[in-house]
């Protein structure tokens, strides 16, 4: 068996983004940035009001003479003398010749005539040239998540399409003649499929959108052929169950045949210590096991930060954060254990029910609590390391 810490400078090697390919920015969201974005404008691309009011020359005056107005769009760009103001407006270009806007709450108007009742400061309320990004300069940098507010600052800029990194096209192979659908009746002996559903849900919480999701029958020519057909279609392909040593596990010998080169198999760790992991021409494999709690777990540790790379993200391995045991933590299997725990005011507590096979306690937890193959114990007011999964 491999240990854990080998199995992720494995996976490191194949942590590579996908090809980038341009896009207009209304069909961007949530995608990573492939290259640096430099500005084309200044913004503001003039000299900008920031409040409805007057603007002015400043000096000691509090009373001026109003002989223009400045709607947000115009292009007027009013000559002004000391003692002379113009009505202006939110976004509206500040003449050359003034140099501050006084709110239109801190004035009196009558006629064409203001007096300020409390004189701002020297440049207060314009928005210089070019004050939040000059031309030339970097707006966004490659690897930077577009969210709606980077997506709206491109947009202001006038930057139509970008360069982003594609998502993965991931195939989910479902294996066990046992499994049926949710809404078929239950003979004895069966159990519903819940690993479909809940790798799909993952993955599409990263923004995942191209999923397919098969049933692969317990037999080696089917899970062959449905191999092979999916390594022509994804990017990832995910099987669960069948990677285990029992007389219906076929999967390991299907990947052999279909020549999928082998990186890993059998992790030390609790759960799912029958792991595996290849790739052929490009397309990486996971066979994760087919326990709803293994599989998750092995999701989360190993499968997600890969696919997070393929997207494109700067920061793709999971972050290990510390909080303090709330009671002992032993270690009997010599193995790394991963326990579905919670995480709260920084104090990390093990859920009951850590069987494989449980996704209930997966349910309610927010965190995966790491105990290392070497440690026997953690003892009630340690620091225990944690995946935050929520």
Known sequence: MISVSKVLKHLEVHCKPLESVEKSINKVFGLVLAEDIKSPINMPPFKQSSMDGYAFIHSENTTFKIIEEVQA??????????????????????????????????????DNQITINTLPRIGVNVRALGEQIKVGDIALKKGIQLNEAAIGFLAGLGIAKVKTYKRPKIQILITGNELKQIGEKLKEGEVYD???????????????????????????????????????KSDVVLISGGISVGDYDFVKEALER??????????????????????????????????????????YVYVLPLLKAQMGFMNYQNEKLTAIASSDIKNNFGKTLFLKGTV?????????????SMLKSFAVSNALLIV?????????GEPISYIKIR
């Open 73 to 110: 769009g115009s292009s007027k760009n009013i000559k002004l003398k000391s003692g002379e103001a113009v009505r202006i407006f939110t976004g509206a270009r500040v003449p050359d010749d003034a140099d501050t806007v006084v709110m239109q709450e801190h004035t009196n108007r009558k």
């Open 194 to 232: 819940s690993n479909s559903i809940t790798l799909k849900l993952a993955l599409r919480r990263i923004g995942i959108k191209k999923i397919k999701v098969s049933k692969v029958k317990d037999d080696l020519k089917s899970t062959v052929k449905a191999i092979e057909k999916s390594l022509k």
């Open 258 to 299: 279909n020549e999928v080169k082998e990186v890993f198999y059998k992790v030390n760790q609790k759960p799912g210590k029958p792991l595996w992991f290849g790739h052929k021409k490009g397309t990486k494999v996971f066979a994760l096991p087919g326990n709803p709690a293994s599989s998750l777990s092995c999701f």
């Open 344 to 356: 709260e005011h920084d104090k990390a507590t093990v859920l009951t029910g850590q069987a494989s």
């Open 372 to 380: 290392p193959e070497d440690v026997d114990i953690i003892k009630k």
